[in-house]
């Protein structure tokens, strides 16, 4: 049985799952140097997708699409779709919320549609330990056109909403950066970049949380959303999933941040310590309103799923981790809308009996693409793993790695990324000027996993780098890049079982530094997706060496390397 799920609009793709197992994920951002968050633009990209990878339309059996238009017609493509969450005309995310045809490859094909959260739930529990030891499991999606809703999936891998937990859709976060800090100015017009909320993230790490911006923050909440007046009843009936500047309820949000802008502008607060007072609110409000909510079934601890774009926020992860009320936690590697093809397959897979386990491995993106002719500046020599890491550690410079098939989700984790040593101070400055991004942007540090916990507190595996870690302080000199302001560090921690090939460069390394660590970021063009292919790395310019599957390339300058 082949199952093919489609994602047409925001981070579109097409996954394909063949008897239970993942076979692979294309992204459409992963892509020709596509933009990030690019959808599907023509529906005969799909046959090419397919044809690319040794599969026909016709060997499709299946096929189920993402319920999000991002638009209230309900339409992508010229293809209806199902809503963006349970509605009266979809109640129960585990059934189709619509079917129809579709014409591919020449041919009309009957789909099935789910609904976007539905695509959400089953991507994050059908890749989770739970469900491989069949265990039950509470499931928090929050998107940035919605408010943070909650699921259970039983042991028999069956659904049930247990509806929102509070009136704030995700985007407020990126929103924030529309209002306050060191960004782009747009007062409510357009959307926030796609760096938005992770350039938040970093730059809180300036603020300090205070009580008077807390009390105004949770005052203004309950007045904007939560009151019984016409204008929260409004914007809560407003919140329709349709995405992007076209959500009516986003017009609501920006009112109540520009209020706060008012109010913090007589007290003489900061914008740094206004963003950093919203993030402390937010992470205590989704805490104080999950955890009754999940008790009320029971006692717990329970385990818990988190999806959405919400569960990028490695800060809101660690403190939703900490919570005794949740035995374990499962953030995938693709929570995002990049994983919303292989959820809508698996979900697909589920509507008889239930969610189940799907057999996945991380590395199921597009691998390089390779071209026959390169550019005459470049020398081109054969080079192993281990070489690269010596490379790295002599000149201490950074390296563009592009290696086998691309992973899973919107972090690069390795295998398209800048590698550097962590040692030199200088070097995370160096990386944001090379990519172009504000000062305050930490860098991730790439570990082995055994070394993890005597580097890194807690140190705990984490492959996904989707939690925080503080350096333990006799580290904190010897690799002083990878230390964010805060003193924090998103750390991917490696094994030969997540990366064979990333393992032996950073053990090899070790060997001659002393250091089981590297720096990590990811490499493709400002505001695109990874780079597709070495000549896109080389064309860009701006890093010397470039390794990528056993060939090392290094720009000539001057008739020297």
């Not at 199952?3 to 239970?20: F, H, P, Q, V, Y």
């Not at 989707?466 to 990878?482: N, Q």
């Not at 060997?511 to 064309?539: N, Q, Y």
């Given at each position: 049985?082949?199952?093919?799920?489609?994602?047409?609009?925001?981070?579109?793709?097409?996954?394909?799952?063949?008897?239970?197992?993942?076979?692979?994920?294309?992204?459409?951002?992963?892509?020709?140097?596509?933009?990030?968050?690019?959808?599907?633009?023509?529906?005969?990209?799909?046959?090419?997708?397919?044809?690319?990878?040794?599969?026909?339309?016709?060997?499709?059996?299946?096929?189920?699409?993402?319920?999000?238009?991002?638009?209230?017609?309900?339409?992508?493509?010229?293809?209806?779709?199902?809503?963006?969450?349970?509605?009266?005309?979809?109640p129960?995310?585990?059934?189709?919320?619509?079917?129809?045809?579709?014409?591919?490859?020449?041919?009309?094909?009957?789909?099935?549609?789910?609904?976007?959260?539905?695509?959400?739930?089953?991507?994050?529990?059908?890749?989770?330990?739970?469900?491989?030891?069949?265990?039950?499991?509470?499931?928090?999606?929050w998107?940035?056109?919605?408010?943070?809703?909650?699921?259970?999936?039983?042991?028999?891998?069956?659904?049930?909403?247990?509806?929102?937990?509070?009136?704030?859709?995700?985007?407020?976060?990126?929103?924030?950066?529309?209002?306050?800090?060191?960004?782009?100015?747009?007062?409510?017009?357009?959307?926030?970049?796609?760096?938005?909320?992770?350039?938040?993230?970093?730059?809180?790490?300036?603020?300090?949380?205070k009580?008077?911006?807390?009390?105004?923050?949770?005052?203004l909440?309950?007045?904007?959303?939560?009151?019984?007046?016409?204008?929260?009843?409004?914007?809560?009936?407003?919140?329709?999933?349709?995405?992007?500047?076209?959500?009516?309820?986003?017009?609501?949000?920006?009112?109540?941040?520009?209020?706060?802008?008012?109010?913090?502008?007589?007290?003489?607060?900061?914008?740094?310590?206004?963003l950093?007072?919203?993030?402390?609110?937010?992470?205590?409000?989704?805490?104080?309103?999950?955890?009754?909510?999940?008790?009320?079934?029971?006692?717990?601890?329970?385990?818990?799923?988190?999806?959405?774009?919400?569960?990028?926020?490695?800060?809101?992860?660690?403190?939703?981790?900490?919570?005794?009320?949740?035995?374990?936690?499962?953030?995938?590697?693709?929570?995002?809308?990049?994983?919303?093809?292989?959820?809508?397959?698996?979900?697909?897979?589920?509507?008889?009996?239930?969610?189940?386990?799907?057999?996945?491995?991380?590395r199921?993106?597009?691998?390089?693409?390779?071209h026959?002719?390169?550019?005459?500046?470049?020398s081109?020599?054969?080079?192993?793993?281990?070489?690269?890491?010596?490379?790295?550690?002599?000149?201490?410079?950074?390296?563009?790695?592009?290696?086998?098939?691309?992973?899973?989700?919107?972090?690069?984790?390795?295998?398209?990324?800048?590698?550097?040593?962590?040692?030199?101070?200088?070097?995370?400055?160096?990386?944001?000027?090379?990519?172009?991004?504000?000062?305050?942007?930490?860098?991730?540090?790439?570990?082995?996993?055994?070394?993890?916990?005597?580097?890194?507190?807690?140190?705990?595996?984490?492959?996904?780098?989707?939690?925080?870690?503080?350096?333990?302080?006799?580290?904190?000199d010897?690799?002083?890049?990878?230390?964010?302001?805060?003193?924090?560090?998103?750390?991917?921690?490696?094994?030969?079982d997540?990366?064979?090939?990333?393992t032996?460069?950073?053990?090899?390394?070790?060997?001659?530094?002393?250091?089981?660590?590297?720096?990590g970021?990811?490499?493709?063009?400002?505001?695109?997706?990874?780079?597709?292919?070495?000549?896109?790395?080389?064309?860009?310019?701006?890093?010397?060496?470039?390794?990528?599957?056993?060939?090392?390339?290094?720009?000539?300058?001057?008739?020297?390397?």
């Amino acid at each position: 049985m082949i199952t093919a799920g489609l994602k047409l609009t925001k981070s579109g793709g097409l996954a394909l799952i063949r008897d239970g197992r993942l076979e692979f994920n294309i992204e459409i951002q992963q892509l020709d140097n596509n933009p990030r968050y690019s959808g599907v633009q023509d529906l005969e990209t799909l046959p090419k997708l397919l044809a690319d990878r040794g599969y026909d339309v016709d060997d499709v059996d299946e096929w189920v699409v993402d319920g999000w238009a991002g638009t209230k017609s309900g339409r992508v493509l010229d293809v209806e779709v199902a809503p963006y969450l349970e509605t009266g005309s979809a109640p129960d995310p585990a059934l189709p919320g619509h079917r129809g045809t579709v014409l591919l490859g020449g041919k009309s094909r009957p789909y099935t549609s789910y609904p976007h959260v539905t695509s959400h739930i089953a991507a994050a529990y059908c890749t989770s330990p739970f469900a491989l030891r069949g265990e039950p499991a509470m499931v928090l999606v929050w998107d940035g056109d919605a408010f943070p809703r909650l699921y259970h999936v039983d042991e028999g891998g069956r659904i049930e909403a247990d509806g929102a937990l509070f009136p704030l859709i995700g985007d407020v976060y990126a929103m924030a950066t529309q209002h306050f800090g060191p960004f782009p100015r747009e007062s409510g017009e357009g959307e926030p970049g796609p760096h938005a909320a992770g350039n938040l993230m970093a730059y809180i790490a300036m603020g300090t949380v205070k009580d008077e911006i807390q009390a105004v923050l949770r005052t203004l909440f309950h007045e904007h959303f939560e009151a019984d007046t016409p204008r929260a009843r409004e914007y809560r009936q407003a919140v329709v999933g349709c995405g992007g500047a076209a959500e009516p309820s986003h017009r609501y949000v920006h009112a109540y941040l520009g209020e706060l802008r008012e109010r913090m502008d007589r007290l003489g607060v900061g914008d740094a310590d206004v963003l950093a007072g919203l993030h402390d609110f937010v992470e205590k409000l989704l805490i104080e309103r999950l955890v009754p909510r999940m008790r009320a079934r029971g006692d717990g601890p329970f385990n818990l799923c988190f999806a959405g774009g919400c569960a990028l926020n490695t800060k809101w992860n660690s403190a939703l981790r900490a919570e005794p009320a949740i035995r374990e936690m499962w953030v995938p590697p693709f929570p995002d809308d990049s994983g919303s093809a292989i959820g809508a397959a698996a979900a697909h897979l589920g509507r008889a009996d239930g969610l189940r386990p799907l057999e996945w491995n991380l590395r199921a993106g597009p691998a390089p693409v390779r071209h026959p002719h390169l550019p005459s500046d470049w020398s081109v020599s054969p080079c192993r793993p281990e070489e690269l890491a010596r490379l790295l550690h002599l000149t201490g410079k950074p390296a563009i790695v592009l290696s086998g098939r691309a992973k899973l989700g919107p972090q690069a984790l390795g295998s398209r990324s800048i590698l550097a040593p962590a040692v030199d101070p200088g070097m995370r400055r160096l990386l944001n000027e090379v990519k172009q991004r504000d000062g305050h942007r930490p860098v991730t540090p790439i570990c082995l996993a055994d070394h993890a916990r005597k580097v890194f507190d807690p140190g705990t595996p984490d492959p996904y780098a989707l939690f925080e870690h503080r350096l333990r302080p006799e580290w904190v000199d010897r690799i002083p890049a990878v230390q964010h302001l805060d003193g924090t560090t998103r750390v991917q921690t490696v094994s030969v079982d997540d990366d064979p090939t990333l393992t032996t460069i950073l053990r090899e390394y070790h060997k001659w530094s002393g250091i089981p660590v590297l720096c990590g970021t990811s490499a493709g063009l400002s505001g695109s997706g990874f780079f597709p292919d070495v000549v896109s790395a080389m064309r860009w310019g701006r890093i010397d060496i470039i390794w990528s599957d056993g060939v090392l390339y290094r720009r000539v300058r001057n008739g020297s390397e």
